[in-house]
């Protein structure tokens, strides 16, 4: 399997940015499939994630209100609208996929079985 992000930048706070992970080489609704992020020092976070459980959005309370996840089957591609982004928001925006049944415990934990590569978001204050 193959994950590819893009769309990550410099913005300054108060903007929005929107992410996309395009995914190759696996059975696109047979995986969840999430973001995670992380910075120089601290561990990596989830930030969302859709279940190949029944579709639904699963996303830890801190990261709710600004971060949209969606995805588009058509196109083997799962995005991160990222809106209001503060200077905390710095960091690598990582896109996973995993063939298990979902769970919240290894999605927080971020035990999932394929990464991309990662995409750098930055947020001038």
């Known amino acids: 399997a193959q994950l590819v992000e893009s769309g990550g930048g410099v913005v300054q706070a108060g903007g929005s940015l929107r992410l996309s992970c395009t995914i190759s080489?696996?059975?696109?609704?047979?995986?969840?499939i999430g973001w995670f992020r992380q910075t120089p020092g601290k561990e990596r976070e989830g930030v969302s994630c859709?279940?190949?459980?029944?579709?639904?959005?699963y996303q830890p309370d801190s990261m709710k209100g600004r971060f949209t996840i969606s995805k588009d089957e058509a196109k083997s591609t799962n995005d991160l609208q990222m809106s209001d982004l503060k200077p905390e928001d710095t960091a690598v925006y990582y896109c996973?996929?995993?063939?298990?049944?979902?769970?919240?415990?290894?999605?927080?934990?971020?035990?999932?079985?394929?990464w991309g590569q990662g995409t750098q978001v930055t947020v001038s204050s």
């Open positions: 080489g696996l059975i696109f609704d047979d995986f969840t």
């Open positions: 996973a996929a995993d063939s298990r049944t979902f769970s919240a415990t290894y999605y927080s934990h971020g035990d999932l079985e394929y």
């Open positions: 859709i279940s190949n459980v029944d579709g639904r959005t």
